[in-house]
């Protein structure tokens, strides 16, 4: 069994315990951070499962401010960016969503899947960009590669 096999266990264990029911939308108005993080999580890893949608949190969080602020900045998230408006997987993929919300608390509380510090990463079956050899590797979650950059 692999580290990243045991990863996936656990918090695929904590996602039964804490039960992952129907997830609700987030609310309109002032915008609900942890769907802001969800959203990247989802937009970016949903074919990842859990671990990586934790990994894509743990990115978000880590790069400091507010997540609404932090997945919106331009060329910082390009799947948050092409999205296909409306954005409703509560409605169309509720499943998912709901590891997405789960993702997004779980690395809110802390819980880590790479390398503390990892705040980029990359897919790195499509590119590997000039910036991410200035930084530290931290870990390989599917097809994407994450990096503290320090």
Known sequence: MTRADLIHGLLGL????VGISQPSPPEPGCPDQRACIAMAAYTEAVGEGLVGMVAV????????GEPCDVITRERQFEAVENV???FEPWKTDPKNWGKALLAARIAQEGGR??????DHFYAHDLTTPAWAEQGRPCGVVGGHTFIAME
């Not at 904590?14 to 315990?17: D, K, P």
């Not at 899947?113 to 990892?118: L, N, P, S, T």
């Open 84 to 86: 296909r408006r409306p």
């Open 14 to 17: 904590t996602a039964f315990i």
């Open 113 to 118: 899947v790479v390398c503390d510090g990892a």
């Open 57 to 64: 949190a743990q990115v978000v969080i880590e790069r400091g």
